[in-house]
């Protein structure tokens, strides 16, 4: 779904607000030698999803994305914020309100391998999926099995074979037949597509894009690889040290990239065209440890732009047109 086609709903399907997410650092006896500080990995990001659209997430490994992402979902808690989904803020719910919520947001991760028990079989183990979501009866619920394991291009008669008998890209396939059998709204990929062959990523991408079609799926979609995130997102935040610094349209973020950090990142994006060559930018330093992020601007440290205020000021947020924003004082008015 294009948001430039003007389709845009009015409410979000989750509304990201100031999210924090914070953890605690100890001194060499461990929590014996109390606080020393907190590694900021996610700090004050806030974003919309749309339904039925592909929000993408980008940006270097380490940035807080898929932080960001499992706080989401509460796989860890939040320090501060708040994520309203259909206009509850999942960061209040209950344990057995967000038991049931939580079927509707499920999560696809780079190692689906993880997440499978070595010793079931695979059929058994997305019923049992089924099962623990309290969802049809045991005949039901193989049918709906064999259905996604059909709909995710597995064959029927890896029904009975172990996680390990399956390739990387079968195991991203059995990965999504997992977040999709209970029918959830929001599906969180956290590189789904990294640790994949190129050929086999291209695959299960377009394996992503025809299920959101036909299961009307809203999409969070988190990865390094900003061509990849290209390929699939209607719009696309980056982020840097915690904090989202641009949110655009694809279209809009590709034609005109605002923030350095952006700039920078599209720059060793290869160009189809030979003749409109683009100018490598590489940035200097490394990535600032989230323990002590730099004062003012975070990106401070390796920016090319970089003036005094950017030191000791934090850029605000600003909207430069309806579908692009971004954090930076060489746009503040
Ligand atoms: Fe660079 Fe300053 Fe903009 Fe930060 S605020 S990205 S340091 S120009």
Sequence with gaps: MSLEA?????KPLLDVQRLKKFFPV???FGSLGGVKGHVKAVNDVSF???EGETFGVVGESGCGKSTMGRTILRLTEPTDGKALYKGRDIFQLPGNVMRDIRKELQMVFQDPYSSLNPRKRIGPALE????????????ERIERVMDIMHKVGLQMDHYYRYPHEFSGGQRQRIGLARALIVSPQIVISDEPVSAL???IQSQVINLLQQLQEEYTLTYLFIAHDISVVRH????IGVMYLGQMVEQASTDSLFATPLHPYTQALLSA???ANPRRKRERIILKGEIPSPLHPPSGCIFHTRCPYVMDVCKTEAPVTQQMSPHHQVSCHLYSH
């Design 232 to 235: 699939i997102s209607d719009r």
């Design 26 to 28: 100890h001194g060499p």
């Design 48 to 50: 919309q999803l749309y």
């Design 197 to 199: 062959d190129v050929s």
């Design 269 to 271: 994006v290869p160009v």
């Design 6 to 10: 003007g389709k845009t709903p009015k």
């Design 128 to 139: 049992e999926h089924l099962a623990i979501h309290s969802i049809g009866r045991k005949e």
